[in-house]
């Protein structure tokens, strides 16, 4: 089977996503490699290519992907969509196994494309409405660090004291609500 090449835009002319555009992490992905399926040759597997690599955003995915499978040493995560398997590499590959045609590959990979974006930009926002006073006080220094382990489950909003302050209250119940929508505990 010859190899295809297909850019994929896959800009979702949605209210949100113009929003997110500036979060975005991935703008692009490119499908490198069309091959037959080993599980069934009537389908095919797919490997594309993000323009940008995944490693910073695959723990947050292993989140939000309520069957993914994420190793952090070895450098992917992988889940089931339906019979297919994906498989996202920190480098940028993504693999696809059991799909029906080359239109399906391009709808699901911009839906990966938008997950990536998506789950990027609410660590920014987690990001945004901490108080940014850099102080330490929670263990973690800058703030960013603090965010990244409240994704990643090693430290709690509540570690956060200066978050407690009153002036904070609507900042702390925005993160509530952004960390409770993704999925976690608070
Ligand atoms: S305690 Fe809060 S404000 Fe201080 S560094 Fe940690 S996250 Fe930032």
Redesign the pocket.
């Known amino acids: 089977m010859k190899i295809a090449l297909f850019k994929i835009f896959g800009f979702v002319l949605s209210h949100r996503i113009l929003s997110n555009y500036g979060k975005m992490l991935v703008k692009k992905v490119e499908i490198a490699q069309v091959m037959p399926c080993i599980a069934d040759p009537a389908k095919i597997r797919v490997i594309a290519k993000a323009d940008h690599r995944l490693e910073e955003v695959l723990p947050f995915l292993d989140k939000v992907i309520p069957t993914a499978l994420y190793s952090e040493r070895a450098g992917f995560l992988t889940y089931k969509r339906g019979l297919s398997i994906i498989t996202l590499h920190a480098f940028g590959e993504i693999a696809m196994t059991q799909i029906t045609d080359n239109e399906e590959a391009v709808k699901i990979l911009n839906e990966i494309k938008d997950k990536i974006n998506d789950t990027w930009a609410r660590r920014a926002d987690l990001y945004a409405y ?9 263990g ?4 960013m660090a ?1 965010a990244m382990k409240v994704l990643n489950e090693g430290k709690k909003l509540s ?5 407690a302050e009153d002036k904070y209250r609507g900042a702390r119940d925005t993160l509530v609500s952004l960390l409770e929508s993704a999925g976690y505990e608070v």
């Open positions: 901490l108080p940014k006073t850099n102080c330490g006080e929670c973690e220094k800058p703030c603090f570690d956060c004291t200066v978050l």
